[in-house]
């Protein structure tokens, strides 16, 4: 009888510690799979917003002035009266400011080397120091994200440009010659603010070592917020993600590393958010499991 009874209660223990590491294992995947699914909303809102910069491009696309003054080879056309008619055309198109978090937008026409905005067409030159009054120091590394494909579709910080700003910016370029089935010798450019473009992955919690990179199928960087000097593209994604999940230790803090990848563009989001046993800490769950071993145990 005691020998049966033993058996008995050793049949109930091992039931009870897996009750107990099988609820503890659903609850992280629980927790895992809701950080996912916000980064998952996160990331398409983030690519609506690549959809609408591409709808802009084309749409000036199809305005017969902007391909004569994209094109302009010192031909009978009026070249600036061309570029003040577009500049009036461009004040009423707010198609890309009223839906994207923009702090402004500009054409640069390698050509003619000119800049096209909703105020102003002016040279390049002027544009760089009188309008913007970026350092003369930086004029060639902004001509190189003007002129050099590596720099295209990608998000830039302008830290560089804006020394003594408080506000931080991305810098995006797109190269309306991917776009057109002809030459087309003009590059568009968007400021976005950078607090702005973190608001769209509230997954990331910006007062913590929390990150998150966005990589192109090429291994290129598209966009990083809050990235981490412990952690680079290249090493995350040598990283062996067990279930699409990977875990670090990141400034004393347990982080979970998720992955997601865009069937529309291709892009690999690599993001982090604190592990459910930093998170959860001892919970409920946990406690009532704990408070029932020790009973028994004293009741035993």
């Known amino acids: 009888m005691v020998t049966s009874y033993s058996i008995f209660l050793l049949i109930i223990l091992v039931l009870f510690i897996f009750l107990y590491r099988s609820t503890i294992n659903n609850a992280r995947d629980s927790y895992d799979q809701q ?95 009188w309008i913007q009054k970026y350092p003369a120091s930086e004029k060639d590394l902004w001509y190189s994200y003007m002129t050099e494909p590596e720099y295209q579709n990608r998000f830039l910080p302008m830290d560089q440009f804006m020394p003594n700003y408080s506000e931080k910016y991305y810098m995006y370029i797109i190269d309306l010659n991917d776009l057109y089935y002809m030459d087309a010798h003009a590059k568009v450019c968007f400021i976005f603010e950078q607090d702005k473009m973190a608001d769209l992955f509230d997954c990331v919690e910006m007062d913590s070592s929390n990150f998150l990179f966005s990589v192109a199928a090429d291994s290129s960087m598209v966009l990083s917020i809050n990235p981490s000097g412990e952690f680079s593209p290249a090493e995350l994604m040598t990283m062996d993600f067990d279930k699409g999940y990977a875990h670090i230790t990141l400034d004393g803090q347990q982080l979970t590393i998720g992955k997601y990848r865009s069937d529309n563009t291709g892009y690999s989001y690599y993001f982090s958010f604190p592990s459910y046993r930093a998170a959860a800490g001892l919970g409920g769950t946990q406690l009532l499991f704990i408070f029932l071993a020790l009973l028994a145990l004293l009741i035993g």
């Open 35 to 129: 950080n996912e699914t916000t980064l998952i909303s996160n990331a398409e809102l983030f690519e609506s917003d690549l959809n609408v910069m591409e709808v802009y491009c084309r749409q000036l696309l199809q305005n017969d002035t902007f391909r004569k003054v994209m094109n302009y080879e010192n031909t009978y056309y009026p070249f600036t009266e061309m570029g003040n008619e577009l500049q009036n055309s461009l004040a009423t198109n707010v198609y890309a400011e009223a839906l994207l978090p923009l702090k402004e937008s500009f054409v640069y026409f390698p050509e003619t080397d000119y800049v096209l905005n909703p105020t102003y067409f002016i040279s390049a030159k002027r544009f760089y120091n």
